[in-house]
T-cell receptor, first 112, second 111 residues
Framework: GIQVEQSPPDLILQEGANSTLRCNFSDSVNNLQWFHQNPWGQLINLFYIPSGTKQNGRLSATTVATERYSLLYISSSQTTDSGVYFCAVANAGGTSYGKLTFGQGTILTVHP | DAGVTQSPTHLIKTRGQQVTLRCSPISGHKSVSWYQQVLGQGPQFIFQYYEKEERGRGNFPDRFSARQFPNYSSELNVNALLLGDSALYLC??????????FGQGTRLTVV
């Protein structure tokens, strides 16, 4: 099956700093999503971005499908940005088009 | 509009027991998927149902089963619980082809 690798595994920042999270995947995809998991376990949708670039406030994301990677940018980080960030993809050639394969996540800690 | 709702939010079961978890999708969504997340890992795909038919199954034993009802809600059943089944169980709904939206999860502890 498709493999998803996220980097870095851990990231510690001071409030106000910028960061870039990376997601590499091993096959063509028809779905790529970025999530933020809050301390209570809920996965919050950040971006649905199988290709191209999107921005939402301080967050933006870029997916280069031909090179099989996606980047999540967080600018002017705040303590509330702390948590685990997941990248998840669905394989374009898969028989289960709704099956998301998740990476291992990036644990972000933002200190005041 | 209500998001994806799951019940219960927490439960504790004893080894060998059976458990049923429930999920109501976002109105208009016909696809429901189930995921298991153990501590420190990303969610793992268990099942997907679309229009009440199973459309995908992950690498889980036959102790895990699911179904989708005419109103598109879904149940996940786990029989003969093991300690290793302790996890956060997440339900996602969507149109099937595009963005998935997750519920708050059910945290299952097996003792």
């Amino acid at each position: 099956g498709i493999q998803v690798e996220q980097s870095p595994p851990d990231l510690i920042l001071q409030e106000g700093a910028n960061s870039t999270l990376r997601c590499n995947f091993s096959d063509s995809v028809n779905n790529l999503q970025w999530f933020h998991q809050n301390p209570w376990g809920q996965l919050i949708n950040l971006f649905y971005i199988p290709s191209g670039t999107k921005q939402n406030g301080r967050l933006s994301a870029t997916t280069v499908a031909t090179e099989r990677y996606s980047l999540l940018y967080i600018s002017s980080s705040q303590t509330t940005d702390s948590g685990v960030y997941f990248c998840a993809v669905a394989n374009a050639g898969g028989t289960s088009y709704g099956k998301l394969t998740f990476g291992q996540g990036t644990i972000l800690t933002v200190h005041p | 509009d209500a998001g994806v709702t799951q019940s219960p939010t927490h439960l504790i079961k004893t080894r060998g027991q059976q458990v049923t978890l429930r999920c109501s999708p976002i109105s208009g969504h016909k696809s429901v998927s189930w995921y298991q997340q153990v501590l420190g890992q990303g969610p793992q795909f268990i099942f997907q149902y679309y229009e009440k038919e199973e459309r995908g199954r992950g690498n889980f034993p036959d102790r895990f089963s699911a179904r989708q009802f005419p109103n598109y809600s879904s149940e996940l059943n786990v029989n003969a619980l093991l300690l290793g089944d302790s996890a956060l169980y997440l339900c996602a709904s969507g149109t099937g082809w595009t963005e998935a939206f997750f519920g708050q999860g059910t945290r299952l502890t097996v003792v």
